[in-house]
């Protein structure tokens, strides 16, 4: 006999895919498909289907209601039926079971997990149908036997005898030996047997030694009590399907009140029992990578605590980030992102211990609680291998791809003895290890808890800051390598705070970024550099062109092209007089993207010069394909230049680079006349430093620029 399976789904592709999928499963499948939902329910009116494979997500009808409307068809409530979902389509999923959906798949949908689920769900709808017709072969057997006995003047089976014997529950009586007294045709029908070979039986023979066990226990439970058992589930396996079943004991009683044996009820809840172990484990882990979420790792965590002040030992809390995932969203798509992750869940369930228990919390954010340790060291080696394990190569697309993460440390109970202390302990330390160079591991500490809080402090100062208007900006001139006359400023942020006086970018320019503070902050650079360029000129002071700072994080979260060029216009000034200094980081973070916002700021004569080249991930690609017109040598190669023929020489390499690239080269941090000549050898366009000029207050440089405009700075200037 042919298992016929009803695919419905709007894309042929998948069609022509599962139903090459079904064929695989043998010969006695054959697959029926339909690309319009509307024409698989008419098929239905007049035709069976074995299982159904339903696509959620269809333009006619979603996959729930398609199974909504089947489930109103005589004889198709129990026709198994898998939805095929998105990794993230929870509400879907809960929607698709309020239906009757029996199982799901994710979507790409492998050949082995289609085979294996579809051939699980008939094995046990067979099963079901098979106790159903031997169900009611034994009540049509009964029912023709009785008749005879009542043609012969028997009185035969009562009416509720007869419907006892045919409702689609389990029921049987057993005597106070445990010997069978009688069952009906649905519990025999589990055994494979006729009601009159069970009774006399002992009952709990049918079962595995196990459940055996626990059907003797019970029922002298019941006989010693008189009391009922309600509201208990067994599993029965029977010809290898797990049956789920809802049971009630209840004392048999003579005419006397006495218990004389033990009755028995069960009804079949496995489809019931799916649906609500299928929404628990929605609740309570990641739809894309399977792990436990954030809601168990809080369970988790909490118990591991009170275990461990109760056992007095120590486990630990590991907070595990990947290093730079936003490139390969951003590169090659949030598919391959997304499988990554999975990738990276699998890895780390592999390798941790059994006793342990992992979970992803959000977005590269993993958590692992290592249950037991021996030292210190024990964390440090499994901290290690884990590491070494996500960062081995991944193949996602067929294309390879290599990534790092960070991992933070809390001990518990040591380090905190509430969820939430050690999470955000871990937190701590896991940032710790991205400051301290990534791909590693740190511990928590006091001094970081410490920083946290002075952090959580300056931040609040920051936002009073914004509303007293407590910053400012001084302007540190740039001078020609060979004529020493000025050609240029670098706008530098400063703080001047009630108490402290006034704070340079060093001692708040982190926290400011972390804690979005950046982007208001730069904001008002721009617009304030723009502002003082207009006020100069119309004292009629011509300023050179002016550097501004612009972080990564300000291309992210914003505009940062637009803003540039709202400003220069709303102040009537050339745009050639700012130019944008960016680091290598953002460059590495955001390489496409960024390209694109940096052509468009180029186009419009705006300069773009990369900061502090050297010391992040120098590239000669970045440097040919960007648009920048100016490159800046980190002062750390200025500062060994007298004493290092190597610096020298990388000096005077990258100053011949960007020269055929047709761009300047400005060396920053030039302290004394020593350097200042050694860089002029070298080939550096321009120069800035103590030695040129500290940095001037806004309202100062109309000396410079003013009536003074035409002497060029001292060789003597003091630094």
Request: aromatic residues 6%; hydrophobic residues 40%.
């Amino acid at each position: 006999m042919t298992t016929r399976v009803l695919i419905v789904d709007d894309r042929p592709t998948n069609l022509r895919i599962y139903a090459q999928f079904v064929t695989l499963m043998g010969e006695q499948y054959s697959a029926v498909t339909f690309a319009d939902p509307v024409e698989a329910l008419e098929w239905l009116q007049t035709n069976k289907a074995d299982l159904m494979v339903v696509d959620y997500r269809m333009p006619q009808m979603n996959g729930a209601e398609f199974i909504r409307r089947v489930r109103l068809m005589p004889g198709a409530n129990e026709v198994p039926a898998i939805v095929i979902t998105a990794h993230q389509d929870r509400e879907c999923r809960l929607a698709a079971l309020d239906a009757g959906a029996t199982d799901f798949l994710q979507s790409p949908v492998s050949h082995v997990e289609f085979c294996s689920r579809a051939s699980s769900l008939l094995t046990k709808s067979n099963k079901a149908v098979t106790l159903r017709r031997r169900a009611s072969e034994i009540g049509r057997k009964h029912a023709a036997s009785d008749t005879a006995m009542v043609s012969e003047g028997s009185s035969g089976k009562s009416m509720l005898e007869q419907i006892i014997d045919t409702i689609p529950i389990m029921i049987n009586a057993t005597d106070r030996s445990g010997k069978c007294l009688f069952t009906n045709a649905y519990q025999s029908a589990l055994f494979d047997k006729d009601p009159d070979e069970m009774v006399g039986m002992d009952f709990a023979d049918n079962f595995d030694p196990t459940l055996a066990a626990n059907t003797r226990r019970r029922d002298a439970l019941v006989l010693k009590s008189s009391l009922a058992i309600p509201h208990y589930e067994e599993k029965i396996t029977s010809d290898g399907v797990d049956l789920i079943f809802h049971c009630n004991k209840s004392p048999l009683l003579n005419h006397k009140g006495e218990t004389i044996g033990v009755l028995t009820t069960a009804v079949d809840i496995t489809a019931r029992k799916f649906a609500e172990e299928h929404r628990t484990h929605l609740a309570l882990h990641d739809m894309l990578t399977g792990l436990p979420n954030r809601v168990l790792l809080a369970e988790n965590v909490k118990s591991t605590i009170e275990n461990c002040k109760k056992t007095r030992t120590e486990s630990a809390l590991l907070l595990l980030d990947l290093d730079r995932f936003k490139i390969i969203n951003d590169t090659r798509g949030h598919h391959s992102g997304d499988a990554l992750l999975r990738e990276v869940a699998e890895r780390i369930s592999k390798i941790i211990s059994p006793e342990d228990f992992a979970a992803r919390i959000g977005g590269d954010e993993f958590a692992i609680i290592l249950s037991r340790f021996e030292s210190i060291d024990s964390i440090n080696s499994r901290c290690s291998k884990i590491l070494k394990a996500i960062s081995e190569p991944y193949a996602i697309s067929g294309v390879g791809q290599i990534i790092s993460a960070s991992i933070g440390v809390s001990l518990i109970p040591s380090d905190g003895d509430e969820y939430e202390e050690v999470l955000r302990m871990a937190d701590l330390a896991m940032y710790d290890a991205k400051a301290n160079g990534r791909n590693c591991h740190r511990f928590f500490s006091e001094d970081m808890n410490e920083i946290a809080q002075a952090d959580a402090a300056l931040e609040n100062e920051l936002r009073e800051a914004f509303n007293h208007n407590q910053f400012a900006l001084e302007y540190q001139p740039i001078v020609d390598a060979k004529t020493l006359e000025y050609v240029g400023l670098e706008a530098l942020i400063r703080w001047d705070h009630p108490q402290r006086g006034r704070l340079l970018p060093i001692q708040f320019i982190r926290v400011a970024d972390e804690s979005g503070l950046m982007d208001v902050l730069g904001s008002w650079v721009i617009g304030e550099v723009c502002r003082e360029i207009k006020a100069y000129a119309d004292r009629g002071i011509d300023l050179p062109r002016v550097a501004i700072n612009v972080s990564p994080r300000q291309f992210q979260n914003q505009n940062i092209c637009d803003e540039l060029l709202s400003n220069i216009q709303a102040n009537g000034i050339a745009p050639s007089k700012i130019t944008i200094e960016i680091t290598e980081e953002l460059l590495i973070d955001n390489n496409e993207e960024v390209r694109a916002t940096l052509q468009r700021i180029r186009s419009h004569g705006v300069g773009i010069s990369i900061d502090d080249f050297g010391t992040g991930y120098s590239s000669l690609q970045y440097l040919r394909d960007l648009p920048a017109n100016c490159l800046k040598i980190d002062r750390t190669f200025i500062s060994r230049i007298e004493h290092s023929a190597a610096d020298r020489a990388i000096i005077g390499t990258i100053a011949h680079l960007a020269h055929a690239l047709d761009m300047r080269v400005v060396a920053e941090g030039v302290e004394n006349d020593a350097q200042l000549d050694l860089l002029r050898v070298s080939g550096c366009d321009e120069i800035q430093g103590f030695k040129i000029a500290r940095p001037q207050r806004a309202e100062d440089l109309g000396k410079l620029f003013g009536e003074q405009k035409d002497d060029p700075p001292s060789r003597a200037a003091k630094g």
